[in-house]
């Protein structure tokens, strides 16, 4: 029971590293589609790229927050 509780919040962890940078970058590419002449195919290429250079920041910062927020339960004597 153990292991599937760090499981789970392994993938809880990598889906929060992901939907970050994905929701801020979603508005400067929908904004860029409406206002300059680049094409479908470049955006979406710049959109996953930027999210794959923001995906260690955010992990780092996440993980340093989450830690900092809730520690660890230590077994008491």
């Known amino acids: 029971m153990r292991l599937l509780g ?5 993938v809880f962890l990598f889906a929060l590293w992901i939907s970050i940078p994905a929701a801020l970058l ?3 590419v929908l904004w860029m589609l409406n ?3 680049y094409s479908e195919h470049f955006l979406i290429n710049g959109y ?3 999210i794959g250079i ?3 920041p955010t992990g780092f ?3 340093f927050l ?4 809730f520690p660890k ?3 008491s004597n």
């Open 6 to 10: 760090q499981f789970a919040e392994t």
């Open 26 to 28: 979603y508005p400067a």
């Open 35 to 37: 206002h300059t002449r």
């Open 48 to 50: 996953v790229i930027g």
């Open 54 to 56: 923001l995906f260690l």
């Open 61 to 63: 910062l996440v993980d």
């Open 66 to 69: 989450y830690r900092k927020l």
């Open 73 to 75: 339960k230590r077994p």
